[in-house]
């Protein structure tokens, strides 16, 4: 692994930059330390070494568990754990015992245990199965198509798609859809 540093690369290390004082420093030193005047400099190798380092530093709006307000992905998913009157309840009592007045307000370790107690708890069966049940994405169909090199791979879908009743992968769900992509991984 060598060359310039990937776009991914340094839009972490900015980001990790822009966190805290400390790291900029840590940083600025580490660039200089090897004669270089700035991240876009770096090969991919000194910017692996140079993240490994920052992430050592805790950020100045790191919370006290070394961690920010919860991802996008985590507020999204305990809103859709939202299904039943238990699940609604256990996420008021999570928030009043974690002094917090919103999901917005926890971070993503306390968001993930929140997750956590809510998948422990019985969910709406309607609700979690017509969820479940969404019709494949195009990624997914299109991830199949790909998948699908050999008769053999072609003869998996044929066959699971007979043995669930569809005819196509247009028919099939998120679900299905998943079912048949570790089919032909396997």
Known sequence: MSGELTRSQKNFLNKLMEESSERLEASEKFIKNLGKGEISELSVQEASRLIDELQKIKGEAASSTGSTGPTKKQKSFISNLQDSEERIAYTRKYLEKAGKKSVDELNVKEASLLIDGLMEKKGDP????????????????????????????????????????????????RTEASTIIEKLKI
Do not use: C, H, M, W
């Not at 990624?139 to 005819?167: F, M, P, R």
């Open 126 to 173: 309607q609700r979690t199965r017509a969820q479940t049940d969404f019709q494949a994405t195009p990624k997914q169909i299109n991830y199949i198509k790909s998948l699908q090199k050999s008769e053999k791979d072609q003869k998996i879908v044929t066959e699971y798609l007979k043995s669930i009743g569809k005819k196509s992968l247009d028919e099939i769900t």
